[in-house]
């Protein structure tokens, strides 16, 4: 892998982009990064014209590694059913990327990164960041791959976020829009589960006030918690009674407080294996940056305002009928701004009892809709019949 | 083989056009008029095969139904704003109407006309909810909650001050016959109306109506 210093480098398959030197990103909160690295993955090449670009937005838990395998965990990429050979963005077609957002653990400058002022880990003196920062380092990574238009910006659930922030604050970089079972804004029930897991996490004693880089261990209890309780809000109801029910981990009951039913093993399973691959404190900030979304308040309140500039993009916007985290009605609320814009849009509720989680899931209808979308987004760019 | 009233839309609208179509299923009617007449086309439809089926053939649809999301479409943001028999099976057609003139300069309307003579017929001498080509379904299944003859809906569009830029007539698969709609035996012979409606303009010379008061004590 290369790593790119400058704009203009030759495109590599991903790697580490660095921020130029006194190149500082400016954040929402009025402070700056500086020296800020933005680990991403890119496939296919660019085309001459450089109308090929399509970039791929991830949600909280996730990373850059949206397709392909996974470098350390060995497994498939996060969203190999829209991205990959023969699929609706296929690097035989597109020149595919996808970057860790800052604040992140994937490889971006997160609170685990050194600090330059201080050489030590940042932990708490890391600043808040915000989806318009995480955007805005997203949009500088493009420009020095050399991208001036994206065909196609694509995500789900925070990813959908960035989208519209993308769509917000560089409308004329793109042409489309993908959003999946998202929000404009965090509703209080949303705020509340992220304080849960805030909430576990601080009240691990390896937690350390944030500064637990320095030591042996890490709050592994607390993000185990915070895990739990925000995989249950990524399933519903049905799913989990379809999957587990009351269904025992071994004949009878312990009579204590053990796993005994399938869906705490589960649960517990989801927790230890996510504190492998994620960092507390990246969890904390990028929870916070997703609470404090509200894109129309930047906008006088009006919604459709943050869209006014975006008229010529092409909208997208799906949701699934047992998402409680980020249901229909948010998602309509978007959709009714796109339309009070002026903006072309299409959306579509998918029949699905798999809850949020349904966008990174086999749902057939999702495919052929995003595949219809962005086929009819290549023939008016030019780039397909 | 194209729908007859499909046919007659495809010639009513002006090429290059901003069209809105109101229930376009399973987005037949909107593929022709991008394909044949370049319009900029989107649709509104409200069962989710419906839309995913037009977001494969690459058209902007979104999910919801007339009654409730007309209202966020700015105002004349259309050309003109279609919608093919569905009118009598919404909840308010009369708010409905208002709405497509006011999101589009022109309003497409069609609709079966209850007045048909099948229909007449059919409740005359057999004391039975019609089940005609038109109305093909019995009264307990029919989405139809609003039906309407034509004479019922010339007096909506006077009461509503819309004017009637054409009218056709259709029966069975036959083609569509150019009609004076104030003419009664109309009202007994066509089986399916077309409209292309527009808003009066307002009479000249006269000046801006004053709000009316609101009747709040505390105002002004």
């Known amino acids: ?385 | 083989m194209i729908r007859q009233d499909f046919r007659e839309i495809l010639r009513l609208v002006r090429p290059g056009s901003r069209v809105l179509d109101v229930g376009c299923g399973e987005g037949v009617l909107l593929d022709l008029l991008t394909h044949e007449k370049q319009v900029d086309g989107r649709g509104l439809e409200i069962s989710a095969e419906g839309v995913a089926a037009c977001m494969s053939r690459g058209l902007s649809v979104v999910q919801g139904d007339a009654d409730q999301d007309l209202d966020h479409f700015p105002d004349r943001t259309f050309d003109y704003a279609i919608l093919s028999q569905t009118l009598q099976a919404t909840r308010q057609p009369r708010h409905v109407l208002d709405e497509l003139l006011r999101i589009a300069d022109r309003a497409v309307v069609s609709f079966p006309n209850f007045g048909h003579w099948r229909v007449r017929w059919s409740l005359l001498h057999r004391g039975r909810m019609p089940e005609t080509e038109a109305l093909p379904l019995p009264w307990w299944a029919t989405p139809n909650i609003h039906l309407c003859t034509l004479a019922d809906f010339l007096a909506l569009t006077e009461d509503l001050d819309v004017r009637i830029d054409s009218c056709a007539a259709f029966a069975g698969a036959g083609p569509a016959r150019q009609i004076d709609p104030t003419k009664a035996i109309e009202n007994w012979r066509a089986e399916t109306c077309l409209f292309m409606l527009s808003r009066n303009p307002a009479p000249a010379g006269s000046p801006t109506e004053p709000p009316a008061p609101s009747g709040d004590l505390f105002d002004g």
């Open chain 1, 1 to 385: 892998m290369a790593e790119l210093d400058f704009a203009g480098q030759v495109l590599s398959e991903g790697g580490t982009w660095r921020f130029p030197a006194h190149s500082p990103l400016l954040l929402d909160s009025g402070g700056k990064l500086e020296n800020l690295e933005i680990a991403y993955r890119t496939w296919g090449t660019l085309n001459e014209d450089g109308t090929n670009a399509v970039l791929i937005c991830h949600a909280l838990s996730l990373d850059q590694h949206v397709a392909g395998v996974h470098p350390t965990s060995g497994k498939p990429g996060w969203w190999t059913r829209l991205v990959g050979p023969g699929k609706p963005v296929d690097p035989a077609r597109h020149f595919v990327i996808c970057s860790n957002v800052i604040g992140g653990c994937g490889g971006s400058t997160g609170p685990a990164s050194i600090n330059p002022a201080t050489g030590q880990p940042y932990g708490l003196s890391f600043p808040v960041i915000t989806i318009a920062d995480m955007v805005r380092a997203q949009a500088m990574l493009i420009e020095a791959l050399g991208v001036e238009t994206l065909l196609a910006v694509i995500g789900g659930s925070m990813g959908g976020m960035q989208v519209q922030q993308w769509a917000a604050d560089y409308p004329d970089k793109m042409f489309s829009a993908v959003i999946v079972a998202s929000a404009s804004r965090h509703s209080a029930q949303n705020i509340a589960f992220h304080e849960v897991g805030r909430q576990a996490i601080m009240a691990d004693p390896d937690w350390k006030n944030g500064a637990y880089a320095q030591g042996k261990s890490r709050p592994e209890k607390g993000l185990a918690v915070a895990r739990m309780a925000a995989h249950i809000t990524y399933l519903s109801e049905p799913a989990l009674q379809r999957k587990f029910g009351r269904e025992l981990q071994r004949d009878g009951l312990s009579w204590g407080f053990d796993a005994d039913f399938q869906v705490e093993s589960y649960l517990r399973h989801q927790g230890a294996s996510f504190v492998d691959r994620f960092d507390a404190n990246s969890y904390l900030y990028i929870t916070r940056a997703m609470d404090y979304f509200d894109l129309a308040a930047g906008h006088g309140g009006v919604l459709a305002q943050a869209f006014a500039g975006a008229r010529h993009v092409r909208f997208c916007v799906l949701s699934f009928t047992s998402d409680w985290l980020y249901p229909t009605a948010e998602n309509r609320h978007i959709v009714r701004a796109l339309t009070a814009a002026g903006c072309r849009a299409a959306f579509v509720e998918i029949e699905s009892d798999k809850g949020h989680d349904a966008f990174l899931l086999d749902e057939p209808v999702m495919d052929s809709a995003l595949q219809g979308f962005l086929s009819s987004v290549e023939r008016e760019r030019g780039l397909a019949k």
